[in-house]
């Protein structure tokens, strides 16, 4: 699912990018917003994957708006004025709208970004780390000394051999960025390395360093299956 917010000082120009955004199937528009410093602070605590971005706006401008965002938030402008294609494409734009909005060309635009997405998905699959936030800090995590992930409340903490790192996201996107890299979810709030699994108790497993986390009923069958292929158990 693509998580996008849009920003246009014109509500009337919002009003149609909520009526598109309901006809893409894997577009999730979670936010709309007619000030941009709103906006901004918004993607600081939600952090969004795309963001409809309207170039002329009066506090700032939507090409100057742009470059304060994250590095992996993806853009597309959206805008009555032509004369601006060229920056917003040297700015990296995914597309580039002219009002009114078609439908069609809508639809096209949220493809590519979704397509790019799942790139980029694909090969952080294949990365030996991933990155996370902590606050305004990126932070670089090592998956293979990473033990566990936990889930608490609206953030998630991320428990490496000799560091701890608290961010904003949801478990189910940890499941997706570690689970090709034999990480498991034992209990609602527990996703771990099996790579780091030492022993399987009736109720905890022991990881690496001596590291003691919970596992609920329902998960440990499957589990047990897991570790039985890792570690060959005839």
Known sequence: MLKAIAID???LALEVIKAHAKKV???????????AKEALAYI????VDLV????NMPDITGLDFSQL???NTSVIFVTAYSQYAVDAFNLNA???LMKPIEFTRFMKACQKAYDGMQEVKGKEADMPYLFVKEGYDLVRIVIDDLLYVQSEGNYLTFKEKNRKTLTRMTMTEAIESLSKHKFMR????YLVNLNHVLKVEKHQINVTDNVFVPI??????ELMDALKLLWKVM
């Open 9 to 11: 000082d014109e509500p």
């Open 25 to 35: 199937s894997f577009l999730d528009l979670q936010s709309t917003f007619v000030s």
């Open 44 to 47: 600081k605590q939600n952090p």
């Open 52 to 55: 409809f971005l309207d170039i």
């Open 69 to 71: 965002l994250p590095e």
């Open 94 to 96: 995914i597309d580039y």
């Open 186 to 189: 034992i209990h609602k709030s």
């Open 216 to 221: 609920a009923a329902n998960y440990h069958g």
